[in-house]
Structure formats: structure tokens, C-alpha cells
């Protein structure tokens, strides 16, 4: 069974940096895509970055310039550099990734249960 397990978030002051990492187990199929979303109280869930097999990495226009997206293929693994926290990007981050479990198949998503950014003072 596929499992996105998110860690790395947690209270920092605006200006701060954070670093959020993402896992996938659970399968032996190709992931092509990876991101990050996150929902902010009251508001809906938002593209924040995305890194697909190809192409360039896609990144909100509010955090470009802040954060930044890598993925590792062999760890199955993705990471959000974040930089220059604001208060604004408070919100519960998920990781996201598109996994073909085998070379027939058709690709399907799968989500992280999320981890908590809180940036104030």
C-alpha cells in the first residue's frame, strides 16, 4: 500500500527557514510527479510546488524566490526548502505524489496526512 509520510514542520519566526521532506513506501512503481500543497485555516487547499519527471518545477508565484522543490528517485523522497517565512504561509502542508504502480497502469495520487507550518512571532 502506498504511504506519503511528511515531516519537518513546526513553529518558526517570520524571516526563518523551514525544510519539509516527503517519503513514498509501499511501492515498487514509477512516481511522476511530486508536490507540495497546503491549506491555510478557512481557505482552500493550494498548489504551493510541483516536480514532475519533466519539465520544470512548478512553484506559487507568492513563494517564488523562497522556497524551493527537489526530489530524490532514489529515496522516492521530496523536499520543500522553505526561506523567508512569512506569516502568510501558515498552513497545514501535504505531500502529493502520482505513482504507476506497474507500466500498464494508469498513474493515480496519493496524499500525505499533512504536517503543520506555523510562522509568527
Known amino acids: 500500500q502506498v504511504q506519503l509520510v511528511e515531516s519537518g514542520g513546526g513553529l518558526v519566526q517570520p524571516g526563518g527557514s523551514l525544510r519539509l521532506s516527503c517519503v513514498v513506501s509501499g511501492t515498487t512503481g514509477s512516481i511522476t510527479a511530486m508536490a507540495w500543497y497546503r491549506q491555510a485555516p478557512g481557505k482552500q487547499r493550494e498548489l504551493v510546488a510541483r516536480k514532475a519527471n519533466n519539465g520544470d518545477p512548478y512553484l506559487l508565484d507568492s513563494v517564488k524566490g523562497r522556497f524551493t522543490i527537489s526530489r530524490d528517485n532514489v529515496k522516492n523522497s521530496v523536499d520543500l526548502r522553505m526561506n523567508n517565512l512569512k506569516p502568510e504561509d501558515t498552513a497545514v502542508y501535504f505531500c502529493?505524489?502520482?505513482?504507476?504502480?506497474?507500466?500498464?497502469?494508469?498513474?493515480?495520487?496519493?496524499w500525505g496526512k499533512g504536517t503543520l507550518v506555523t510562522v509568527s512571532s
Open positions: 502529493n505524489a502520482w505513482v504507476r504502480t506497474t507500466p500498464s497502469a494508469v498513474s493515480e495520487d496519493y
